[in-house]
């Protein structure tokens, strides 16, 4: 059995022993985060290694930064997607663990509907797309926080947030071209039903009331798909002191 995990974490350095807390608790295979918001030369690699997990991350200080966190040793690491576009953001890395091939990602937010923010934000989902079309391997896995709720059943008011960003039609549009034929949402796999989400705004008690949105996810291809035992929302570990707004995501696969 092996157990994928994703988070975005807010901030490594600043919740690093709850992320120490949580992996030796639920001992993950692979782990990919998002927004560590930590420099390359910051990244907690000895520590890690104590932990039994070998990394590889692109960071950046104080905004976005990705990591695979994983017990068997990764190879061939990109962290960029596969064009020949420069971006200064670090929002995607790619390695292989376990002749799997892993994507850990980070979405842009895209601000509001229409801004600039936006327009990169749709353009940057046809770039990852384009990318993972390319994808010779049958076992592929993209973790992240894709800042997109899927469908209404991913949303505490679909009517609320009809339009808004994270719900926009031109960004479920995006979420949904990039699965559409190779890729599986893990968590739907198992559970239809509503009320599961990864994300509360900090503000207007949205955790304890449950308004919150599912914006991370893992999917994987159909090869891993068939073999996906289970999926599910870490939900207590945005409970307690300075949490992630995030909670984890995580998926365990027959292998």
Known sequence: ????????????????????????????????????KCPDEQFPVLAL?????????????SYNGVAILSK??????????????????????????SNIQV?????????????????????????????????????LIVCGDFNVAPEDVDVHDPELWRGAIMCSNGERTA????????????????????????????????FPKNRGLRIDAILASKSLARRCTAAGIDREMRKGKEPSDHAPVWAEFDL
């Open 72 to 97: 068997n040793e990764s190879r061939d690491v990109r962290p960029s997607l596969c064009d020949e576009v420069v971006d200064p953001q670090a929002r995607v890395i790619a390695a292989t663990v």
């Open 175 to 206: 979420f949904r071209q990039l699965c559409e034929g190779s890729l599986k949402d893990t968590l739907r796999l198992h559970h239809k039903e509503g009320g599961l989400f990864s994300w509360w705004d900090y503000r207007m008690l949205s």
């Open 49 to 61: 290694q104590a932990a039994g997990y070998h990394s590889v991350y692109h960071g950046e200080k």
């Open 1 to 36: 059995m092996m157990r994928v995990a994703s988070w975005n974490i807010n901030s490594l350095r600043k919740r690093q022993d709850r992320l120490f807390a949580w992996l030796e608790a639920t001992k993950p295979d692979i782990v990919c985060l998002q927004e560590t």
């Open 103 to 139: 994507f850990s990602v980070y979405a842009p937010n895209g601000r509001a509907v229409g801004s600039p923010a936006y327009d990169y934000k749709i353009n940057w989902y046809g770039r990852l797309r384009a990318c993972l079309s390319k994808e010779e391997s049958a076992d």
